[in-house]
């Protein structure tokens, strides 16, 4: 691995960072879980694809640039460097757009990828049921195959983004006698289908980041299934390597969490007794660490290989990051720690509440850690099952 970058790739950079600087919203965007902040950040990913930054590594006829993954992690890094809004269709261009790339057809490669670079269609993620959470093989919700459609039955919840997309891609048992891994099939629906009902959830902060999704006899077209019939554990697995490994963190998320909390560290200096003053160092260095592996990982794939298992060991890592960086951050301000940002008194701090509170879901989300746990000594490890 070269750490050194190439003209080509410095003379990215400058460009990234000028058209940021010039198109960055100047004030903070509502909350992408309120309908208002949903539509605002709608309209500055469609900015962001008129500038050709909508997912940079996407080929030019979907949207994209036709950048490399190393041109990825330096547009990530002016990203986040410029303090720019969150991409409230993560679902779509870092989980379903690799995965369409990766599957796909033809037509459904041109059919979904462009309208969703421009977030004219916003994805929700449909894996969880109320009796398969971390444990996706115990799906019970059914798409059964009628004619030239799917009629799908049964309930999504914890869908992502659900209380105001457009569609939603899921994994649904087409073989109603089939068990575990088997007989699942990854269907692509839209929300506004008949049949659909969509209940959004209240989060910690009590906005609706999440919903329920139920579906009561909703016809699908069977173009809408991506991979075969029956495989579509393979075509999942495929999205949540994308999860867990490299696409929906990358380490610029990080990186500059750290930044901030040294800063808030050398703010209060007064406050941070040695032993917290160890734990900011040990934060930021972990996220430099994260930093150089996913550079590794990416040099890797450059040269022909492949995430497997081991993005097991980044979404550990990468979520537990995240949490402690922000509990540092809350021991440091102390009683300002339990402000909103909305609070006359928070004086900025009060971001530190909200990212608390998300990453507190870090480690259950993209699969639990317990989860990924076992599938480390499983499948990294060569250990025998339980």
């Excluded at 996913?294 to 040269?303: G, I, N, Q």
Aim: proline share 5%; hydrophobic share 40%; charged share 25%.
């Amino acid at each position: 691995m070269d750490l050194r970058y190439t003209d080509a790739q410095r003379a990215f950079r400058a460009e990234v960072r000028a058209w940021l600087e010039a198109h960055v919203p100047r004030e903070p965007l509502p909350s992408f879980d309120t309908r208002d902040g949903f539509e605002a950040h709608r309209q500055w990913e469609r900015t962001l694809c008129d500038g050709g930054y909508a997912m940079v590594v996407w080929p030019v006829e979907y949207g994209g640039r036709g950048c490399d993954l190393v041109e990825w992690l330096i547009f990530e890094e002016e990203y986040y460097r410029a303090g720019a809004p969150r991409r409230v269709n993560q679902n779509g261009i870092f989980l379903l757009g690799p995965t369409i790339m990766e599957f796909g057809t033809p037509e459904q490669k041109a059919r979904f990828l462009p309208p969703m670079a421009r977030s004219d269609e916003v994805w929700a993620q449909g894996w969880s049921e109320p009796n398969a959470g971390s444990d996706m093989a115990n799906i019970q919700a059914t798409a059964i195959r009628d004619g030239d459609h799917y009629v799908i039955n049964g309930q999504k919840t914890w869908a992502s983004r659900g209380a105001f997309a457009d569609w939603l891609f899921g994994l649904f048992r087409s073989d109603p006698g089939s068990t575990r891994h088997r007989g699942l099939t990854f269907v692509l629906v839209p929300l506004d289908a008949p049949g659909v009902t969509v209940r959004p959830i209240a989060q910690l902060d009590g906005e609706t980041g999440f919903a329920e999704v139920f579906f009561d006899d909703v016809r699908v077209p069977v173009e809408n299934r991506l991979g075969p019939e029956g495989e579509g554990w393979k075509v999942a697995m495929a999205t949540a390597g994308f999860e867990r490994g490299l696409m929906l963190r990358s380490p610029a998320r990080f990186q500059a969490t750290a930044r901030r909390l040294v800063e808030l560290a050398r703010a209060r200096a007064d406050r941070v007794p040695a032993a917290l003053r160890d734990e900011v160092v040990r934060c930021w260095r972990d996220a430099e660490a994260y930093t150089l592996e996913t550079y590794r990982t990416v040099s890797r794939l450059l040269a022909g290989g492949r995430i497997g298992a081991e993005a097991s060991l980044n979404k550990i890592f990468w979520s537990e990051l995240d949490l402690r960086m922000h509990e540092t951050a809350l021991e440091i301000l102390g009683d300002l720690a339990e402000l909103s940002r909305e609070a006359p008194a928070a004086e900025g701090v009060g971001e530190w509440l909200d990212g608390y509170l998300f990453a507190l879901s870090g480690p259950i989300y993209a699969g639990t850690n317990e989860i990924q746990r076992n599938v480390i000594a499983e499948r990294i490890l060569g250990l025998p099952r339980g």
